[in-house]
């Protein structure tokens, strides 16, 4: 699976609980959006990778989507008071134990995927495995107009969660992307997959981010080269309902690509593989129904199933429906 953030890891979740139930041969490789990392007080942050860490192990506060449950702010509060960090980012003491332990391996040497692995051999993630996109250090920038009219970036985190994504984008960039690969694990992941799905996170700053790194797209769409049927499907799953997005601030990220917040239209942004675009197959919401039969002589095998994933029930049946529109095409 390529994922963001929460919307991916309830994703996750329930594609975890559809293995268990009904695939118990098969295992899951998450490949996980790093574009939204970045360095607040000396110390490595990876909100996706956290927010799946978090959510699989059972730990996420759910609530308010990100971060540690249970969570208390007195190492934050401190931080604040000396100006080390912003008032708008606040950094959990739970959840900076894992920043902290993090940033020591990074220091001595480790790799941020070898990171990543160390830090899912202390939490049980029911047999899924995390993969950081890159192991490159590709932070999201974004461009707006300052008040004078000149363009200006901050930090897609500043513009995320101070701005909420009001502040018009001019556009984003992936600092140092140029430079960068994919992961060895989500390299070994495509290769072996039997079937790739897209989560339903922000086709731009989250998917489009993990797309962007040069060799992925490519990866992609070569994926199961090493796998018994030789060429694995890539169904995606809409992270918009009925003209809005699911959660988040997707259509603030869409209109600055000229994209309509729409399921079509996210689906054409994709493209169909079989003109040169990316996805097999692609599931709209039940309310999108009307979209289907335009999506399918567009070249996408489309269904329309309940996106909501309410509880690990829905969230599973939505992961199988996902892994079902792979066998209705074959
Ligand atoms: N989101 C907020 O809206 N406010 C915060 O103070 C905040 C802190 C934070 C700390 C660690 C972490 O891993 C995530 C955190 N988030 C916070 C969420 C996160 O920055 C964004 O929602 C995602 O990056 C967008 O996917």
Redesign the pocket.
């Known amino acids: 699976m390529l994922a ?3 919307g991916g890891a309830r994703f996750v979740r329930g594609l975890r609980e559809a293995v268990r139930r009904w695939h118990p041969d098969s295992s899951i490789d998450v490949i996980v959006n790093t574009g ?1 990392d970045w360095w607040l007080a000396g110390l490595r ?4 990778l ?2 799946m860490l978090y959510t699989l192990s059972g730990q996420n506060d759910e609530v308010r ?3 540690r449950v249970g969570e208390s702010e007195r190492v934050s509060a401190e931080l604040q008071a000396y100006g080390v960090t912003p008032d ?4 959990g003491d739970l ?1 900076l134990g894992t920043h902290i332990a993090r940033s020591a391996w990074l220091r001595a040497g480790l790799t941020p995927s070898e990171v990543v692995a160390r830090l899912q051999e202390r939490w049980d993630l029911g047999g899924v495995r995390l993969h950081p996109a890159t192991d490159h250090e590709v932070d999201t920038h974004v461009w707006v107009a300052s008040d004078t009219g000149a363009e200006e970036d901050m930090h897609f ?1 500043e513009w ?2 101070r701005y909420r994504a009001q502040v018009p984008a001019l556009r984003f960039e992936q600092r140092g992307v140029a430079d960068a690969a994919p992961s060895p694990g989500a390299l070994a992941a495509l290769e072996a997959a039997d079937v790739v799905l897209v989560a339903p996170s922000n086709p731009v700053v ?1 998917i489009g981010t993990v797309l962007g790194i040069p060799g992925m797209r490519d990866a992609v769409l070569a994926a199961g080269s090493s796998s018994a049927t030789g060429r694995a499907p890539i169904v995606g799953v809409s992270p918009i309902i009925a003209g809005a997005a699911v959660r ?1 601030m997707a259509d603030a990220c869409l209109t600055t690509i000229g994209v309509a917040t729409g399921a079509g239209a996210v689906a054409r942004h994709y493209g169909p593989r079989a003109a040169g675009g990316l996805l097999d197959a692609w599931l709209v919401d039940e309310v999108d129904e009307p979209l289907v039969a335009g999506l399918r002589a567009g070249g996408f095998a489309a269904a329309a199933v309940p996106l909501w994933m309410r509880d690990l029930d829905t969230a599973a049946a939505l992961a199988e429906a996902a892994l079902g529109a792979v066998a209705a095409r074959s």
């Open positions: 963001g953030g929460v939204d942050i990876t909100p996706d956290d927010s989507g990100w971060g708008w980012f606040t950094l959840d985190q995320w969660t989250s988040g």
